[in-house]
């Protein structure tokens, strides 16, 4: 089996500088390279294939997104895989493909890999572990520090298309639809807003969602995060879903998604970036106030709550 | 229990690289670099903890270990665990504290992490996934490609002391012993073996153990490899154990060993050179000869045998 595995791994992922003999790949560095950037996630997702992508897309894209909002380009990535005995091969063929087609879109090498075997059992299928490298031009002086009362904030696209997504491929709840997950690159997004001025800051809204960001955003920089509830994008899908559920979308996973906050000079021009870069549903959703730090949503029907900071994970292995 | 489990990273492997705020972590690199490495690996071992180590410290070790014998010293690290529900959180301070007195030893800093939480019974424990960033401070012709007929075979202690001391921690076999894992960095013998003329080639064998390393180099050189089973040192206790389950200490895993290929007129320099650098037991295994691409094994009775290469894994979650 391992052997098959590890064929099937370099087969997918074969690059001029991925050596399987080497116990370490050499890297080279664009010269005018100011800073480095490094970034690590584990994916568990469950169902290992999902539509809009499978665990292996999800951890290129993953990746990827991490230093794009930071600001950087992606150089390289390096992959272990935990494989439990008994996976199908023809799952982990297709789930190695979609990773190998998100590799070349992100135009990212996997350097550097290892594979465990684990008994069967002791494993969810496949968990993917990935370390990204990439590099920023210039120094950037993005970051929770950057932001100020006053800033708007920004969304590229609807809120929790992943997250609901995923719940529906579980069939568990005996409901299905035509729902894809935003799994994506962000590196357009990221691209369009660092090319305009004003920007602070960037994240991608992943495991607890925008809310779970507002949150972050409300505690470094204590100050109050102010959303519109109508402002935000929500697909009608995820809306019935959340509503039949008892889920909240603002606190379901995003995989394609950026936050941005921009001051309120350049907000618009930012906006207008993105829709016509190809990002029709982009919109500013809130604004930074002076104030104690929580998040405060206007509904829809007028009224005001905060949103509660979660406890834990609300759905376990969404990414 | 995120949040214990994230405080709980925090607490052991804090340093002034490590944002657990930000989505990618910006490192630095020695301006004199001529080359950067990377290498990443998966840890599973089971048990947890062991005579010798953890899988906290084993994950170090290991990481820093392939920068090591590629002649590169260690930078940073990242870090992902995915931790299986219920598991006891002392277990887990443990874990991390091993690790984190090996980051220090090691001089390697997390600068950046992940953590997920696997549902009881999707995990075995914990398992880790790192990937190392070094350098070379100048450009080594160290590789397979430099091994020629006639150099000699180094290995720097004993064999097989870490699957061996993990296979009597299960207790399945009803054995027991004061046997201790040589999980160790080998950066100390890296830089003395570095520091003598004649290093071809270096690898620290780890799953699969020394005849691994062996095939993999006979199979690269296209050259026969002889090995003389009276100089390879073994521990008596690992010649017991392996002889009662029928076991070879040549395929048992390593983690604090290395395998040096040296040209015959340094080779004894090296040997001297790691006598008197405290590695005592250091030996002459074996040379390399021209011939059909396997491994001979000149047995302590007077016989060859031929040493087969492992079909698969003897010994899951070995490391």
Redesign the interface.
């Given at each position: 089996?391992?052997e098959l595995i590890e064929k099937l791994f370099a087969r997918h992922l074969a690059n001029d500088k991925l050596d399987i003999?080497?116990?370490?790949?050499?890297?080279?560095?664009p010269v005018a390279t100011d800073?480095?950037?490094?970034?690590?996630?584990?994916?568990?997702v469950d169902p290992l294939e999902f539509p809009g992508g499978t665990i292996g897309s999800l951890a290129v894209y993953g990746t990827v997104n991490?230093?794009a909002?930071?600001g950087?380009e992606p150089l390289?990535m390096?992959?272990?895989?935990?494989i439990e005995e008994g996976l199908e091969i023809s799952v982990l063929d297709r789930v190695l493909n979609s990773m190998a087609n998100a590799c070349r879109e992100c135009n990212i090498a996997v350097?550097?890999?290892?594979?465990?075997?684990?008994?069967r059992?002791?494993?969810?299928g496949i968990?993917f572990?990935t370390?990204?490298?990439?590099f920023r031009k210039t120094v950037s002086n993005l970051?929770?520090k950057q932001i100020k009362t006053g800033d708007l904030i920004l969304l590229s696209g609807t809120a929790g298309d992943h997250g609901t997504a995923v719940m529906l491929a579980r069939e568990q709840f005996g409901l299905s639809g035509t729902l894809h997950s935003d799994a994506a690159s962000v590196l357009p997004i990221t691209r369009i807003l660092m090319a305009s001025p004003g920007l602070a800051f960037m994240?991608?809204p992943t495991r607890g969602g925008i809310a779970t960001v507002m949150h972050?955003i409300a505690q470094?920089c204590n100050k109050t995060v102010r959303l519109l509830e109508s402002s935000i994008p929500v697909h009608d899908q995820v809306k019935a879903v959340s509503e039949i559920l008892g889920y909240d979308p603002l606190f379901m996973a995003n995989e394609g998604r950026v936050v941005a906050v921009v001051d309120p000079e350049h907000a618009n021009q930012s906006l207008s970036a993105l829709h016509a870069g190809g990002y029709p549903d982009a919109a500013i959703i809130g604004r930074i106030e002076d104030g104690r730090k929580h998040v405060i949503l206007e509904t829809t029907i007028g009224g005001e709550r905060l949103l509660e900071q979660l406890e834990?994970?609300p759905l376990?292995?969404i990414c």
């Amino acid at each position: 089996m391992r052997e098959l595995i590890e064929k099937l791994f370099a087969r997918h992922l074969a690059n001029d500088k991925l050596d399987i003999q080497s116990d370490a790949a050499t890297f080279k560095i664009p010269v005018a390279t100011d800073e480095l950037l490094i970034t690590t996630d584990g994916y568990t997702v469950d169902p290992l294939e999902f539509p809009g992508g499978t665990i292996g897309s999800l951890a290129v894209y993953g990746t990827v997104n991490d230093l794009a909002v930071s600001g950087a380009e992606p150089l390289y990535m390096t992959l272990t895989a935990f494989i439990e005995e008994g996976l199908e091969i023809s799952v982990l063929d297709r789930v190695l493909n979609s990773m190998a087609n998100a590799c070349r879109e992100c135009n990212i090498a996997v350097v550097a890999g290892d594979t465990k075997v684990l008994k069967r059992g002791q494993g969810g299928g496949i968990y993917f572990s990935t370390t990204g490298v990439g590099f920023r031009k210039t120094v950037s002086n993005l970051g929770l520090k950057q932001i100020k009362t006053g800033d708007l904030i920004l969304l590229s696209g609807t809120a929790g298309d992943h997250g609901t997504a995923v719940m529906l491929a579980r069939e568990q709840f005996g409901l299905s639809g035509t729902l894809h997950s935003d799994a994506a690159s962000v590196l357009p997004i990221t691209r369009i807003l660092m090319a305009s001025p004003g920007l602070a800051f960037m994240r991608d809204p992943t495991r607890g969602g925008i809310a779970t960001v507002m949150h972050e955003i409300a505690q470094a920089c204590n100050k109050t995060v102010r959303l519109l509830e109508s402002s935000i994008p929500v697909h009608d899908q995820v809306k019935a879903v959340s509503e039949i559920l008892g889920y909240d979308p603002l606190f379901m996973a995003n995989e394609g998604r950026v936050v941005a906050v921009v001051d309120p000079e350049h907000a618009n021009q930012s906006l207008s970036a993105l829709h016509a870069g190809g990002y029709p549903d982009a919109a500013i959703i809130g604004r930074i106030e002076d104030g104690r730090k929580h998040v405060i949503l206007e509904t829809t029907i007028g009224g005001e709550r905060l949103l509660e900071q979660l406890e834990d994970d609300p759905l376990p292995r969404i990414c």
